[in-house]
């Protein structure tokens, strides 16, 4: 688990609205977060730059090809953002220029008479990924939300579109396609006239998602019991068994991958699509897990017996017994409601509140 430097968790904040966005400089292409969390880099005009750049210095792309951020765009499948950052870079280490129209061509020529860069989409193919979308979209969605994670626990909050676009350098479409995405996992609410809510994870709100939780979680499981491979089911839980012989130094990714393991995946062999559309709307609780209590300071210990439950509902499924499974997993996620509650409160009186740019605190 990530450590905390000097023991203690911070998170700046400021109280600050749509109207003055701080400008973000390239090496500031990170949100502030919690000191000592790792945090992603969303830096794919990097990716993009490096492929175009080594067909360059192959020479198999000739001086005077014509780029624009259209181009670069579609050719990479990503957004215009991360286009034209790679476009800016590409021309500050002087392998493209700038033309007098709008554009750019390779090399230090100042016209374009080669062509255009997508003549060369199968050379650019040989030398890299050039279908970024997905990883550029799973990078900011990872970002956020662990950002409206951390929040919802400390209060209510109103984000700011504009802010989260400089501060990830995302275009607007890109931001809202994220928020709309943790909307639907119950992290946050869009309210009329556009502003986007994160509302405080209190001990009511968190009472609430358990108890949806502790009913459709044992359900779908008793669903799923006699579908389950057992080559899955033999695989999760010498996964778990490895854990559990490491603790208490499993590292809080390892953690993570057996939540999703047991609460999420196994569940899908249940086959009730609306009840897994249903789950997916109370995801803040394991993705509270992820991001606070499986990344931060907050000790899992060797005597926390989640493994070890855990492993005991996964010798039912084994052993193909429905309704044991659905009660351990019920017994379970009991527990486990009142160790969350209790690390929550570890966590927000260590958690420092500063200053964040991209959001204001409100109460609600």
Not at 37 to 59: F, K, M, P, Q
Not at 139 to 150: A, I, N, Q, S
Not at 243 to 263: I, Q, R, S, W, Y
Not at 264 to 281: D, F, M, S, V
Request: proline share 3%; aromatic share 6%; net charge negative.
């Amino acid at each position: 688990m990530q450590s905390a430097g000097n023991g203690m968790a911070k998170f700046d904040h400021q109280e600050s609205g749509d109207k003055d966005v701080p400008q973000n400089s390239e090496a500031d292409m990170t949100h502030t977060t919690f000191e000592g969390a790792e945090t992603s880099d969303i830096s794919l005009y990097r990716a993009i730059a490096s492929v175009i750049a080594e067909r360059l210095d192959a020479g198999d792309i000739p001086d005077g090809v014509r780029l624009s951020e259209t181009m670069v765009a579609k050719l990479f499948k990503v957004s215009r953002t991360p286009a034209r950052q790679a476009l800016e870079w590409l021309a500050s280490e002087k392998l493209i220029s700038r033309l007098s129209t709008r554009g750019f061509a390779t090399g230090s020529t100042p016209w374009a008479t080669k062509g255009r860069l997508s003549d060369y989409a199968d050379l650019i193919s040989e030398a890299g990924d050039t279908d970024l979308l997905a990883t550029e979209a799973s990078l900011l969605l990872d970002d956020v939300e662990g950002v409206v994670t951390r929040l919802s626990v400390l209060g209510s909050w109103r984000l700011s579109v504009r802010a989260l676009q400089q501060r990830y350098s995302a275009s607007k479409k890109s931001i809202e396609d994220t928020l709309k995405r943790l909307e639907f996992n119950g992290l946050l609410t869009h309210r009329k006239g556009g502003q986007w809510i994160i509302y405080q994870l209190d001990e009511a709100r968190l009472e609430g998602l358990y108890d949806i939780r502790s009913w459709l979680e044992p359900n779908l499981l008793q669903q799923a019991t006699v579908y389950i491979p057992m080559e899955i089911l033999d695989k999760t839980l010498a996964a778990h068994e490895c854990a559990l012989e490491k603790l208490p130094d499993v590292t809080g990714a390892e953690l993570d991958n057996l939540e999703l393991c047991l609460h999420r995946n196994l569940l899908e062999y249940a086959g009730n699509p609306a009840g897994i559309a249903a789950l997916k709307t109370v995801n803040a609780g394991l993705i509270l897990s992820k991001h606070i209590l499986a990344t931060y300071e907050i000790p899992v210990g060797e005597e926390d017996p989640f493994i070890e439950e855990h492993i005991a509902v996964l010798g039912a499924l084994k052993r193909r017994r429905s309704e044991e499974s659905k009660l351990r997993l019920l017994a379970h996620l009991l527990k486990s409601r009142e160790k969350v509650s209790n690390r929550l409160k570890v966590f927000r009186s260590i958690a420092i509140t500063d200053k964040v740019d991209f959001a204001t605190k409100i109460d609600l």
